[in-house]
């Protein structure tokens, strides 16, 4: 059975940074996309960034380029998602996701098969 299980967000003022860490079990996490999105309240759930886990390629949402990063440490089956400089826009539900093999754009919902139970982060100004 597939399990993500998300954690580190929290709250931070305007600036600051945190670490998310999504840990999969029952999964090969060699393979396929593993996904970071976010839904704020009233909002659509929207892809933050991605990584294949084959190469390692990354793809970032456009609000979040040259602030966020994404990285995978295969031994420990968890990826990361480092957020800097973050903004109150920002504020939201934070989720990882996974798919094992390709079958839709990267930080679209849709593509994902399993999901993890969120991690709230909150930004204040």
Known sequence: Q??????GGGSVQAGGSLRLSC????????SGYIGW???????????VASIWTVSGTTLYTNSVRGRFTISQDNAKNTVYLQMNSLKPEDTAMYYCAAVPSW???????ATYKYWGQGTQVTVSS
């Open 2 to 7: 597939v399990q993500l299980v998300e954690s």
């Open 23 to 30: 840990a999969a079990s029952g999964y090969t996490f060699s």
């Open 37 to 47: 999105f976010r839904q704020a309240p009233g909002k659509e759930r929207e892809g």
């Open 103 to 109: 079958r839709g754009p990267a930080l679209l919902p």
